[in-house]
């Protein structure tokens, strides 16, 4: 049977790992040779169940195999380049660059690798972000794991050391350590800073729903646990986004407990944890048009800057003043180093809530009209969480066959509120290598669009009998007085 015959292999791996492992305090990485063999995970693509050739179709078809070696090619090269500019002259402090700030979240390494050290093989960067990135150090449970009864939930009890991939707050929380970043798992500093961003790194923006749909399956998709991410696109969406904001607040507090700590005792240039660090707050407080007729259509800040907003705005029930008490100032790191951690596990447990919630689309559609009367003005952030929320609704009726028509409908709508979102193509071509923001963003162009999806999404029939139901009625008006009201405040 294959499942003996990959018991057989192991035997060798363990008697290595024995002599190996002695006291080390975090467990030892294996690497992905462990679990390779064929009759394990490194079986062929077209044959088999999914778990027989996951190692196979991670290679194939994975981003995170490639991420590694993508840190020597021509994307990356100018980061490294602004980050250090010696880095031009010397590979060594090339690779330098490379350890201490980008393989922690590329490479699945080991913490000791992310130190500065010798120049790194290619080897190693052809590692990329591996199965034990996500699966956990296989040290701790490759012995168990082999075992006949490993299966159910008990493969993920704290003592195996295997993380939780199933269930949609495990799942997020292992994605949200390089996703949105971290400074304490296993004791790696994962951050994506404004130097690093400033250098030309991606801003990382991300979505549950949309990253766990496009990473490639190297597991069994019908599985009962992968129901929990099929059936409601909503939940799967908000979840993500209170799991998201519960890993950006222990980052920043993170970030402000090692500033406090090294503050004094500065020597490896990356060893400082500038404070407070812009990449908290939102972007285009800073970044944005001088030009004061633009600033009409954003949200600008009176002069003290606000958490960044892609993991805070109302849609999670933080009002702008409890924002404002999140946001870090100069002197205030030991303030942010105690508040933030008590947010985000308030945080952590509202996304437990979160994923056991029943949200239907009708509910959701009132409570995004709701909403969206209720505010004045909207940020460009604001105004695509709104998007996403809408987005997330259309998933689900498109899974309806009853709603299969409005969910058509409602998914051209959507592609004409995405347009009212993308910055300005022309800004874009004549400002290469600058920061983009959104001045442009027109909050009236976006909410009218977003008044037509509703309206088509809470009238489905859109004939002339539903359209004289008092609800209906009602959110067409209320809406129209919302876009007057914007309208009217303009110069
Ligand atoms: C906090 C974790 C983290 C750190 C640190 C980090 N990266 Fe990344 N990087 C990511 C993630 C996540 C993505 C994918 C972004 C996305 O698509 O959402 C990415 C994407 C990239 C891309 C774009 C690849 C593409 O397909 O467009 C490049 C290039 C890159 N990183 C290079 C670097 C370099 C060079 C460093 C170090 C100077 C670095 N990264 C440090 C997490 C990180
Ligand atoms: C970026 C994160 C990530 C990486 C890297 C990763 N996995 Fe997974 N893996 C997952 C997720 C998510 C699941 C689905 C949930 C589950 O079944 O635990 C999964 C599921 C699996 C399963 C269960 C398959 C099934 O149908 O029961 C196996 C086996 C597996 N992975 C092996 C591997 C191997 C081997 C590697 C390395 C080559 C790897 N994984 C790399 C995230 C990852
Ligand atoms: C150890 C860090 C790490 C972990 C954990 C991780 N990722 Fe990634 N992920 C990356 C990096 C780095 C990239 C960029 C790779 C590239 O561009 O080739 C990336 C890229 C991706 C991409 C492609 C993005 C794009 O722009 O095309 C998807 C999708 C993705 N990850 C999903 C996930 C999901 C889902 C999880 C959790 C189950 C996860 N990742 C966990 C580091 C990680
Ligand atoms: C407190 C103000 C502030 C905040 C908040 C801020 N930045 Fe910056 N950013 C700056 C300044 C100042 C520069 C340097 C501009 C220059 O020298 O041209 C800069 C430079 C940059 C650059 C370099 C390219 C360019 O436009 O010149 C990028 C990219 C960037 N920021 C992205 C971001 C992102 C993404 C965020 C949110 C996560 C952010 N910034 C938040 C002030 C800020």
């Known amino acids: 049977m294959s499942l003996q015959w990959c ?69 990356s090269r100018p980061i490294i380049l602004r980050l250090n500019p010696a880095a031009a002259d010397s590979d060594d402090v090339f690779d330098n660059v490379l350890r201490e700030r980008c393989i922690s979240c590329h490479v699945t390494v080991a913490a000791e690798d992310t130190r500065a050290g010798e120049q790194l093989p290619n080897a190693v960067l052809a590692t990329g972000v591996s199965c034990e990135s996500c699966h956990g150090a296989a040290e701790s449970w490759l012995g168990e794991h082999v075992q006949a009864d490993w299966h159910g939930d008990k493969r993920f009890a704290t003592s195996t050391g295997m993380r939780d991939t199933e269930s949609v707050i495990g799942r997020a929380a292992t994605c949200v350590r390089c996703h949105v970043g971290s400074r304490t798992a296993d004791g790696m500093v994962r951050d994506m800073n404004h130097d690093l961003i400033a250098a030309g790194h991606p801003a990382l923006r991300f979505d549950l729903l949309l990253y766990n749909e496009n990473m490639p399956r190297h597991w069994d998709a019908s599985s009962e646990a992968e129901n929990a991410f099929q059936q409601s696109a909503i939940r799967v969406r908000d979840v993500g986004r209170a799991m998201n904001l519960a890993a950006s607040l222990e980052l920043s507090a993170q970030r402000a407990v090692d500033h406090l700590n090294t503050r004094e005792s500065v020597s490896l240039a990356s060893n400082q944890v500038p404070w407070p660090e812009l990449a908290d707050y939102d972007c285009f407080a800073c970044h944005q048009s001088l030009d004061f007729r633009r600033a009409e259509s954003t949200v600008v800040s009176s002069g003290v800057p606000i958490w960044n907003a892609w993991s805070t705005v109302r849609q999670l029930a933080i009002t702008p003043a409890a924002m404002a008490s999140l946001s870090p100032m100069r002197s205030d790191a030991e303030r942010i180093a105690k508040l933030l951690p008590v947010k985000a ?72 509120v995405e347009k009212t979102l993308r910055f300005d193509p022309d800004r874009l071509k004549n400002q290469r290598g600058r920061y983009h923001s959104p001045a442009r963003f027109d909050v009236n162009k976006f909410l009218e669009a977003m008044n037509a999806a509703l309206h088509t999404a809470l009238n489905p029939a859109s004939d002339a009998s539903s359209a004289k139901s008092a609800n209906s009625a009602n959110t067409a008006r209320n809406l129209s007085i919302f876009l007057s009201r914007s309208a009217a405040s303009q110069p």
Request: proline share 4%; glycine share 6%.
């Open 7 to 75: 018991r057989n292999s192991l035997v060798f791996v363990f008697a290595g790992l024995m002599i190996a492992s002695g006291q080390a305090a975090e467990p030892v990485l294996l690497g992905n040779q462990s679990c390779a063999t064929s009759t394990c995970h490194g079986g062929v693509i077209t044959s088999g169940p999914a778990w027989n050739h996951s190692l196979s179709t991670w290679i194939a078809k994975d981003p995170h195999a490639g991420a590694g070696l993508l840190l020597r090619d021509q994307d």
């Open 345 to 416: 596990k308030e945080w952590r447990s509202n996304a437990v809530a979160l994923a056991s919630q029943e949200v239907s689309p009708s509910e959701r559609l009132n409570q995004i009209r709701d909403e969206l009367l209720q505010v004045r003005k909207l940020s460009w952030y604001e105004a695509a969480i709104q998007y996403l929320r809408l987005d997330a609704v259309q998933r689900d009726l498109a899974k309806d066959p009853d709603k299969a028509v409005v969910a058509e409908q409602l998914a051209k709508d959507l592609s004409m």
